[in-house]
């Protein structure tokens, strides 16, 4: 029997409207909830940004004004998504104490329908990372095994959601930051069409592939506030023009005849109990109506090279701002400015940022630029033609989010290309530029959640959250049980 | 084959100190790195025209006098900013 999945935003709007909870006494729990929190999902928090918020709204309901559904939800940005006067860190020690003067586009629109900004969300540092510990306070924990990591590298965000201590949140995705924690804490994450969502604001780390993604309980919860989110922004380059979704007025359409490819390299050294799952989530297709066909894709096996080489050799140009001089952390010591700036960057980066600093400017450097950024550059052609191919015979493609379910914390690995490998599935949707969404599809014998990945043609979010949102309201996966926030929601 | 010297020579490019023990593991790391990477090379005549995810366009906008940003809010997060200007010492 089909349950009610109504997302956690409908809900909460409804109770605000009806007044069961004024907006300012529900900012104030999560507050709390958050301070009694030992997932070390956030960063910081920010309580007078957020009561401030609330009382506009809770002062808008009182006087019988219409309230959008948004409005007056508690929710949390990634902490490498510029909020005006409120710390940024990035999750390293080189931006500690930095406040943007500027807000990025993805919290103005936000901030102007008073959303209630709880805090900031641990990260991997600059986004480098599968599992959030490179942050510089420690990685974020799975609410679903405390032992466990959250994922990276929006780790802090998944954490939140799944742990009730943020109604949504937004992350950025460069090679799965999205999808994997999202696939780790039992959550929906989705990363859209390069060029939906403006990347203004959004400290860079590899500017062709990343994008900012929604991360919430439901497939409604993400796809309301994609639709919010997308549009064109003229402070973004790269900004699609001419761009409006409406991902929620097709949510409910139904599955027949939608042709579902699953390329069979995906399906390669994947954990046993997830590759089990997926092929149940196909069944569960298969059910509803839609057709499965089994295809190659070899062209993915060149997509974790091509990914470091392009994603590093991006980093290492764009992490060259960092320098001590205009914010951030600065050397104390130093007898001249080459010096201040070496030894800034030396104190400030993590080690994981450094490798890829080295292996970004070692691709770009003369003598092996060819070998290595062109040919990568070249190969990112190849792909992005192989997925084309794909598309023009299936509406979506079905694989698993991540190769394993979440890992136990400080697991230590014997090179960092081992720890690379754990983005094998998502890192080929950003090389492509195309849509996919990770959506929890079962547990494995640990009770950890698994996620799958719908990859979408671009553009095409509509059809790939139609499809996940089917999937779960036929399932029974998606982590909604009741919030316990002493309300009744 | 990467070098040790190499490996010295683009972390003084990158702007940063290495210990010699940092040193020893960054050259261990990138020999393992770069082969890794180096998977790259198996495929002869890769594809040459596509290269971006999004379809190339120029992105052109009228050319609109819009304010700056105050120059006090822009030295807010740096210490020792003096008269409007960011401070730096003189190179010896």
Not at chain 1, 175 to 184: K, L
Not at chain 1, 223 to 234: A, E, G, K, P, R
Not at chain 1, 377 to 403: C, W, Y
Request: with cysteine.
């Amino acid at each position: 029997m089909p349950k009610d999945n109504k997302g956690v935003i409908r809900r909460i709007h409804k109770l605000l409207l009806n007044k069961d909870v004024s907006c300012q006494e529900l900012t104030k729990r999560y507050l709390e909830k958050i301070n009694e929190s030992n997932l070390n999902a956030y960063i910081n928090t920010c309580e007078e940004v957020a009561l401030e918020s609330a009382a506009k709204v809770d002062k808008k309901i009182s006087s019988g004004d219409e309230i959008s559904l948004l409005e007056g939800i508690p929710m949390t940005l990634k902490d490498n998504i510029s909020t005006s006067g409120i710390e940024t860190t990035c999750g390293s020690k080189i931006l500690k104490n930095y406040k943007p003067i500027y807000n990025a586009t993805v919290w103005n629109d936000l901030k102007k329908v008073n959303s209630i900004l709880l805090g900031k969300t641990n990260m991997d540092e600059f986004a480098m990372g599968s599992s959030c510990e490179t942050s510089f306070i420690g990685g974020a924990k799975n609410p679903h095994d405390l032992g466990y990591v959250a994922g990276g590298s929006s780790g802090g965000v998944a954490s939140a959601v799944a742990g009730n201590i943020a109604a949504y949140g937004l992350g950025s995705d460069t090679g799965g930051s999205v999808r994997q924690p999202s696939s780790f804490c039992g959550v929906v994450g989705l990363k859209p069409t390069y060029g939906a969502v403006s990347r203004y604001g959004l400290i860079a780390y590899a500017s062709s592939l990343d994008q900012i993604g929604s991360i919430g309980k439901t497939v409604e919860d993400v796809s309301i506030v994609f639709d919010f989110i997308s549009h064109y922004d003229d402070k973004d380059s790269t900004s699609h023009p001419g761009i409006k979704f409406d991902t929620q007025g097709n949510l409910k359409k139904d599955l027949k005849d939608l042709k579902i490819g699953v390329p069979n390299q995906y399906y390669e050294g994947i954990d046993k109990d997830v590759k089990e799952n997926i092929i149940s989530a196909l069944k569960v297709y298969e059910s509803m109506g839609a057709k499965i066909e089994y295809f190659d894709l070899p062209e993915i096996k060149y997509a974790l090279p091509v990914y470091y080489i392009l994603a590093c050799a991006e980093a290492s140009s764009n992490l060259a701002r960092f320098d001590g001089v205009r914010y951030g952390y600065k050397a104390s010591h130093y007898k001249n400015i080459n010096e201040m700036i070496c030894k800034t960057r030396s104190e400030g980066f993590g080690k994981e940022v450094k490798r890829r600093i080295l292996l970004g400017n070692y691709v770009l450097s003369s003598g092996y630029y060819d070998a290595y950024y062109k040919k990568a550059q070249n190969l990112r052609g190849l792909i992005i033609k192989a997925f084309d191919e794909a598309f023009s015979r299936f509406d979506v493609l079905l694989t698993p989010t991540s190769p394993v379910t979440a890992f136990p914390e400080n697991k230590s690995y014997n090179s960092p290309e081992e720890i690379y490998l754990a983005d094998i599935c998502t890192v080929p949707v950003n090389i492509a530029g195309v849509p996919a969404i990770s959506v929890p599809c079962g547990f494995d014998s640990n009770k950890l959640p698994i996620g799958m990945q719908i990859i979408g043609k671009k553009f095409h979010e509509s059809k790939i959250l139609n499809a996940a949102h089917q999937f779960e309201v036929f399932t029974n996966y998606s982590y909604n049980k009741d919030l316990d926030m002493g309300v009744n929601l | 084959m990467v070098t040790k010297e190499e490996v010295l020579n683009i972390a003084k490019l990158s702007k940063l100190y290495l210990t010699s023990e940092e040193l020893e593991d960054a050259f261990n790391e990138m020999k393992g790195i770069v082969k890794f990477v180096n998977q790259v090379n198996e495929m002869q005549n890769p594809d040459e025209e596509i290269n971006h995810a999004n379809e190339l366009f120029n992105a052109f906008r009228e050319d609109e006098i819009v304010p700056s940003f105050p120059r006090e809010k822009i030295l807010e997060n740096v210490e020792g900013g003096k008269e409007g200007f960011f401070y730096l010492e003189k190179s010896q």
